[in-house]
C-alpha cells in the first residue's frame, strides 16, 4: 500500500514547567488570563503532523509520501527524512516563509500548552494531489492548513481514493460545517478521546451519525488504549501498553497513526494495528521529541508479544524483520 501523507511540517520547540497550569489559573479570571511559565529545559525537534506520521511509517520499513510546504531552512530535516525512509520528493520549497513552528510547554502533569505558526504550511492549499508520481492507496489527511486539508479531502472524493481525517489540532479552529466535510466518507477517522466529544459537538452529530459516514473510527484512550468503533458492530477496545516510563507526549498520537496505518497496509486487522500503534505511541511518549525513538525489529516484537501475546509479535515478524 502506498500512503501519502498531507499536514504540517514544523520544527518543535518543547519548554518543560515544573509547577502545574491548573495551580495558576484561577476560575473567576479566565477571561484575563496574563501567564508567563518559567521553563526549567528547552529542546528543538523535528516535527509537525505529516513530517511525525511519515517519519514513523519510514522506520516501520514503509516508504511513505510525504506532501507539504516548507521553507529554505528545511535541507538538513529533508536528509534526515529520507534517511529513515520518507520520500520527500514531492515537498515543496516556499520562497516567502520559513517553515511552521510549533512551541510547547509541558508542566508536571504532562499537560500541554502550545502555540503554532504556520508559515509555509499556509500555501499547502495550492498543491494537487492528482500531480502525484503514480498511484496512491491512501491518503492521510493531518492537521495543517485549513483550506488545504478541505481540497484535498474533496480530491480524495472526485477520484475515489481512500484518505483517512486526522483533525486534531485544527479541530479547535475549525467550525461544524468545515468539520463535517473533513470527516465525510473517510474511510478512516483518527482522534484522542477528547476530540472525538468535540467532533460530535461541533458536526451536531451523534456518534451514530458520525459512524455512518466513515468507515472506521479510531479513538486514542490515552492510559486506557484505544477503541474502534464500526456501524452496526460493537465497540472493540484495546488495552494499553504496560510498563510505560513517559517523558514527553508530543507526538504520541502521531506515532499510534504510524503503527495504525503501517499494519493497515501490510494487510492485518485492525485490532492488531490499534495494538501495533499503542506501541509506536509508546516508543514517542517515553522519548523527549516526537521523531527521536528508534524501532528496532527485535525488541519491538519482543515488547508488542509481552503487550498483546505471541501472534501479535509473529504478525509484526512477518512484515518487519
Not at 63 to 92: C, I, K, M, N, Q
Request: aromatic fraction near 8%; charged fraction near 20%; proline fraction near 5%.
Amino acid at each position: 500500500m502506498r500512503i501519502a501523507v498531507t499536514g504540517s511540517i514544523a520544527t518543535d520547540h518543547l519548554l518543560t514547567f515544573a509547577g502545574r497550569f491548573s495551580d495558576q489559573l484561577i476560575a473567576d479570571k479566565l477571561e484575563k488570563i496574563s501567564l508567563s511559565f518559567l521553563a526549567d529545559s528547552l529542546e528543538i525537534r523535528r516535527g509537525g503532523v505529516a513530517a511525525n506520521i511519515s517519519f514513523g511509517l519510514g522506520s516501520l520499513g514503509l516508504r511513505p509520501l510525504l506532501v507539504g510546504s516548507v521553507g529554505p531552512d528545511f535541507s538538513d530535516y529533508r536528509e534526515w527524512l529520507e534517511a529513515h525512509g520518507v520520500d520527500t520528493s514531492e515537498v515543496r520549497q516556499s520562497v516567502l516563509h520559513h517553515t511552521a513552528r510549533f512551541i510547547g510547554t509541558t508542566d508536571a502533569d504532562l499537560n500541554q500548552i502550545a502555540t503554532f505558526y504556520p508559515g509555509a504550511m499556509s500555501e499547502d492549499s495550492s498543491i494537487s494531489l492528482g500531480d502525484l508520481p503514480g498511484p496512491v492507496d491512501l491518503v492521510l489527511i493531518g492537521a495543517g492548513d485549513p483550506d488545504a486539508m478541505r481540497s484535498f479531502t474533496q480530491q480524495c472524493r472526485d477520484g475515489q481514493v481512500p484518505f483517512a481525517a486526522d483533525t486534531s489540532q485544527q479541530l479547535a479552529f475549525a467550525d461544524g460545517e468545515l468539520v463535517r466535510d473533513l470527516l465525510d466518507g473517510a474511510a478512516y477517522l483518527f482522534s484522542n478521546e477528547y476530540e472525538a466529544d468535540l467532533t460530535e459537538r461541533k458536526t451536531g452529530w451523534s456518534a451514530d451519525e458520525v459512524l455512518a459516514r466513515v468507515g472506521v473510527r479510531i479513538t486514542t484512550l490515552g492510559k486506557d488504549g484505544a477503541r474502534i468503533d464500526r456501524a452496526g458492530e460493537q465497540p472493540v477496545m484495546i488495552p494499553p501498553v504496560t510498563g510505560v516510563h513517559p517523558a514527553d507526549p508530543t507526538g504520541s498520537g502521531d506515532a499510534f497513526r504510524s503503527g495504525f496505518l503501517a499494519a493497515v497496509s501490510w494487510g492485518l486487522g485492525l485490532e492488531r494495528a490499534a495494538q501495533l500503534g499503542n506501541l509506536i505511541a509508546v516508543h514517542a511518549l517515553e522519548t523527549v521529541g516526537p521523531q527521536e525513538y528508534e524501532l528496532k525489529p527485535g525488541p519491538l516484537a519482543d515488547r508488542l508479544e509481552a503487550a498483546y501475546g505471541p501472534e501479535a509479535a509473529a504478525d509484526l515478524a512477518a512484515h518487519y524483520s
